[in-house]
């Protein structure tokens, strides 16, 4: 679904910019925002978030002007605990036959600053969906301990085996970049609406599948480096607008 997301904002922009010089004649509605939210969903146990971003978008078309196309930088901070990361490569998970391993974190922590590609639906005076996703950017965070958890062991840490779990130093990979399946680091995916309140703040409410991943300082046997996991957080938060005044320009001319 989410590849689907990305492929159409791509295609969506590209095949239109031809048509944007075209009509170089008519006034181009643009959209600048800042937003603060929070996130929170639940999988076991509770996982929460809290980011910003700002962006800028740009109508394409030539009369109604209802779709727009633009880009943007986030910055946001995930926290959970009691997690399972799977071995994030498909190939070495389908090795072994009970399935992907894990490393069992009892916390985790982790910052993100990335850009991202956004599209905008204008569905009336004060209300648009966005759907947006990430290109890439960086991460921030402690690193952890890690229990290695094979499929071929019994997960239960309170055995008496000084032996298990075996554990392994890890930190978030570095480098964010989105290559849809096999992506490296943290990607977020996101839709929601924004409805105005005045004219300059709005609040926003959506959904989120945010994908977050640990590299281990040594490599794991059968299992390689990188462990991932993924979860869908309900988003809420407030925005503000740019280009209010710019906007209100624009119609009266």
């Given at each position: 679904?989410?590849?689907?997301?990305?492929?159409?904002?791509?295609?969506?922009?590209?095949?239109?910019?031809?048509?944007?010089?075209?009509?170089?004649?008519?006034?181009?509605?643009?959209?600048?925002?800042?937003?603060?939210?929070?996130?929170?969903?639940?999988?076991?146990?509770?996982?929460?978030?809290?980011?910003?971003?700002?962006?800028?978008?740009?109508?394409?078309?030539?009369?109604?002007?209802?779709?727009?196309?633009?880009?943007?930088?986030?910055?946001?901070?995930?926290?959970?605990?009691?997690?399972?990361?799977?071995?994030?490569?498909?190939?070495?998970?389908?090795?072994?036959?009970?399935?992907?391993?894990?490393?069992?974190?009892?916390?985790?922590?982790?910052?993100?600053?990335?850009?991202?590609?956004?599209?905008?639906?204008?569905?009336?005076?004060?209300?648009?969906?966005?759907?947006?996703?990430?290109?890439?950017?960086?991460?921030?965070?402690?690193?952890?301990?890690?229990?290695?958890?094979?499929?071929?062991?019994?997960?239960?840490?309170?055995?008496?085996?000084?032996?298990?779990?075996?554990?392994?130093?890890?930190?978030?990979?570095?480098?964010?970049?989105?290559?849809?399946?096999?992506?490296?680091?943290?990607?977020?995916?996101?839709?929601?609406?924004?409805?105005?309140?005045?004219?300059?703040?709005?609040?926003?409410?959506?959904?989120?599948?945010?994908r977050n991943q640990y590299i281990t300082v040594n490599e794991v046997p059968f299992s390689g480096k990188r462990?991932?996991?993924?979860?869908?957080?309900?988003?809420?938060?407030?925005?503000?607008?740019?280009?209010?005044?710019?906007?209100?320009?624009?119609?009266?001319?």
């Open positions: 679904m989410w590849k689907n997301i990305a492929l159409i904002i791509i295609a969506v922009f590209m095949c239109h910019q031809s048509e944007a010089q075209i009509s170089s004649g008519y006034m181009k509605r643009k959209y600048a925002q800042v937003g603060v939210y929070g996130g929170f969903g639940y999988y076991g146990n509770p996982h929460y978030a809290a980011g910003t971003n700002v962006q800028y978008t740009i109508a394409i078309g030539r009369k109604k002007q209802r779709v727009c196309v633009g880009g943007g930088i986030r910055f946001q901070s995930f926290f959970t605990k009691d997690r399972n990361y799977s071995t994030s490569s498909t190939e070495l998970a389908s090795l072994n036959r009970g399935g992907a391993d894990t490393l069992f974190f009892s916390k985790i922590q982790n910052n993100t600053f990335n850009a991202y590609l956004t599209l905008q639906l204008h569905i009336k005076p004060g209300v648009d969906i966005f759907v947006n996703t990430d290109i890439g950017g960086l991460n921030f965070a402690d690193r952890r301990k890690g229990a290695f958890v094979s499929y071929e062991n019994n997960p239960d840490f309170n055995t008496s085996d000084p032996n298990f779990p075996v554990e392994y130093s890890t930190e978030p990979y570095a480098f964010n970049l989105n290559l849809y399946d096999e992506s490296f680091g943290t990607i977020m995916t996101e839709v929601y609406g924004s409805f105005k309140i005045t004219d300059l703040v709005g609040w926003r409410l959506g959904i989120q599948h945010y462990f991932s996991q993924s979860q869908w957080m309900a988003t809420l938060g407030i925005t503000f607008d740019l280009r209010q005044h710019k906007l209100i320009f624009d119609e009266m001319r």
